[in-house]
C-alpha cells in the first residue's frame, strides 16, 4: 500500500499523492493530487479545526500582517442518512462501511481575515455533524 501522505520539513510541507503513488518532494507533479508548494512556495503557517455543530470561526494562534491563502477540507461520516443523496439513486453503488469517511474540498463557505477563517455555517442537524479541516500557509 502506498504511502500517500506526506507531512514534514520546516516550514512544514503537506503533499498527497495519486491512488498507488508514494508522497514526495521528488514526486512528479503528474503524481500529485496536492502540494503545498503549489501555493507560491509558502510553508504551512497553521493547521485548524472547526467542528459544524459549534464553530462559526476559527481563530489563528496569532494576527499575521496579510490574509493568508486556506485550503479546507470538509471530512463528513459517509454512513449518514444526508449522504444517500450522493449516489444520485444508483442502485448498484454499494452503501459505504460504517466507519467510511467522505473528504471534500471546501470552496466558498468561508471569509478569511489576517487573525481567523469566519462565516462557517453551523449544522442544526445533530446527526450530521461534520469536522472542516484547515491548512493556513505563509504568505
Keep these: 500500500m502506498a504511502q ?3 507531512l514534514s520539513g520546516n516550514p512544514p510541507r503537506l503533499i498527497t499523492s495519486k491512488p498507488g503513488q508514494n508522497a514526495s518532494p521528488s514526486l512528479p507533479d503528474a503524481q500529485k ?3 503545498s508548494d503549489w501555493f507560491y512556495g509558502g510553508g504551512i503557517k497553521f493547521q485548524l479545526t ?3 455543530l459549534t464553530d462559526t470561526q476559527v481563530n489563528f494562534p ?3 500582517n496579510y490574509i493568508p491563502s486556506v485550503v479546507a477540507l470538509m471530512i463528513v461520516d459517509m454512513d449518514k442518512q444526508q449522504m444517500s443523496g450522493m ?3 444508483i442502485s448498484s453503488i454499494p452503501p459505504p462501511p460504517s466507519n467510511a469517511k467522505g473528504i471534500f474540498l471546501l470552496t466558498g463557505r468561508y471569509d478569511i481575515s489576517t487573525s481567523s477563517i469566519y462565516g462557517l455555517s453551523l449544522e442544526t442537524n445533530p446527526s450530521f455533524n461534520y469536522i472542516h479541516r484547515f491548512w493556513v500557509f505563509e504568505g
Aim: glycine share 14%; charged share 15%.
Design 4 to 6: 500517500r501522505i506526506y
Design 62 to 64: 496569532y494576527a499575521l
Design 87 to 89: 449516489w444520485g439513486g
Design 50 to 52: 472547526a467542528n459544524s
Design 33 to 35: 493530487t496536492f502540494d
